[in-house]
């Protein structure tokens, strides 16, 4: 007996397999290398392999249970195998070919290319331009012109068409129409679809409809003001200006009534003076009503309440402008607020002279559309919207706009 025999490891069968579909069955002892038995294997299935060298780091054994790639100089029992079990033998994959310098620069090239340029780049390119971008404060300033010009735009109308009103033969029933309007219930110009939202959120229908008005119509800071308020005592008590309002309607109807009765022709003269009266009664129920959460965040500030009233008036309840006004030059000022445009300037004369403007001013809707923007700034887009007043105010826009660029 051989010596090398006695003193053998215990051999092992191993079934190895190839990506081709050949099969066989290796004997090896379990201290063969992982690199020998590779070399058997291609001997098996690859006659002439082993004259090139590489031919054997360019294959590789997995362990088909485990799926792990075998270590060449590992042993068959360093690596675990056991008798019976499944090799593979496969061909590794050929590695990536290394990029030419030529692509290489032609790719870093075309992604210097694509990138955007940076501020110094953009600053060099324009520095022959001319300047056309305007100042964000420039914009904002002329922003506040243009509210401050629309409020006297407004007021002016206001007097014009209350004077066409009170020209008008039927002046009285128009007025009974407008002042029915005013004195519509507040419910009609809530939000519909916010109302319910809160609604089936489980707030009461009263409570909700309070929010909706503080808020500016926002389901979200309703929501929040419902929920901060929900243990005020005074949650469910009247806004500013609604109980009292009743009282300026009844009078406005009795002075109706006055006014109808007189129909001599010096009656008519009075019916029209005091018309004028019903209709400074009606722009006394309007009452502006500011914002409680700006309010609040103002006086927070330092500021008194009357002034943080006054700039929410000024700024039509817009917080910050509120604030910048109040930092500011306080220009304008709220008694500027009630002036109205020069009615001999070209801008006042080509809003008389428009068409759609001239027949919405015989509309005592328009009236009452002209006294809620100026106390209520907020409602624009609501009388924007409306069928009857819409292409009024898109008319005024357009050509207070196109005036504005000559």
Excluded: Y
Excluded at 336 to 359: H, M, Y
């Amino acid at each position: 007996v051989q010596e090398e025999k006695i003193f053998a490891g215990k051999v092992l069968r191993l079934h190895v397999c190839t990506m081709e579909g050949a099969e066989w069955l290796e004997e090896v002892p379990e201290d063969t290398t992982v690199e020998k038995l590779k070399e058997r294997c291609l001997k098996h299935c690859v006659p002439g392999s082993l004259e090139d060298p590489k031919t054997v780091t360019h294959h590789k054994l997995i362990h088909a249970t485990s799926e792990k790639v075998l270590t060449d100089t590992k042993t068959v029992l360093e690596e675990n195998i056991q008798d019976r079990d499944v090799l593979l033998l496969i061909k590794k994959r050929a590695p990536a070919l290394l990029p030419k310098m030529a692509d290489v620069v032609a790719e870093e090239k075309r992604k210097q290319e694509q990138k955007a340029p940076d501020k110094d780049a953009i600053l060099k390119a324009t520095a022959n331009l001319p300047a056309r971008s305007v100042d964000r404060t420039v914009t904002h300033h002329n922003m506040r012109d243009f509210q401050t010009e629309l409020r006297k735009i407004l007021v002016s109308l206001i007097e014009v068409a209350q004077k066409l009103l009170a020209l008008n033969p039927d002046a009285v029933e128009l007025f009974k129409k407008a002042n029915a309007m005013l004195d519509e219930d507040e419910e009609d110009r809530v939000d519909e679809i916010a109302l319910r939202q809160l609604t089936e959120m489980g707030f009461p229908e009263s409570r909700a409809v309070k929010a909706l008005r503080l808020n500016h119509m926002s389901v979200t800071q309703a929501m929040e003001w419902l929920i901060e308020h929900a243990d005020d005592p005074s949650v469910d008590a009247p806004l500013p200006g609604q109980t009292a309002a009743e009282a300026p309607a009844e009078g406005a109807a009795s002075s109706a009534e006055a006014a109808a009765g007189p129909s001599s022709e010096e009656g008519g003269e009075e019916a029209k003076d005091e018309l004028t009266e019903i209709f400074k009664k009606i722009r006394r129920k309007r009452e502006f009503r500011p914002d409680p959460r700006a309010v609040i965040a103002l006086m927070e500030m330092g500021f008194d309440e009357k002034e943080v009233v006054d700039a929410l008036r000024v700024n039509n309840n817009q917080q910050n402008a509120a604030c910048e006004w109040l930092l500011g030059d306080r220009k304008p000022s709220p008694e500027d607020l009630d002036k109205g445009i020069d009615t001999n300037s070209p801008l006042f004369q080509a809003i008389l002279e428009n068409p759609v403007v001239q027949l919405g001013l015989t509309n005592p809707k328009t009236l009452l559309a002209f006294e809620d923007m100026l106390e209520n700034p907020l409602n624009s887009t609501q009388w924007m919207n409306d069928p009857e007043t819409g292409p009024v105010m898109l008319q005024i826009s357009r050509i207070f706009q196109t005036l504005n660029r000559t």
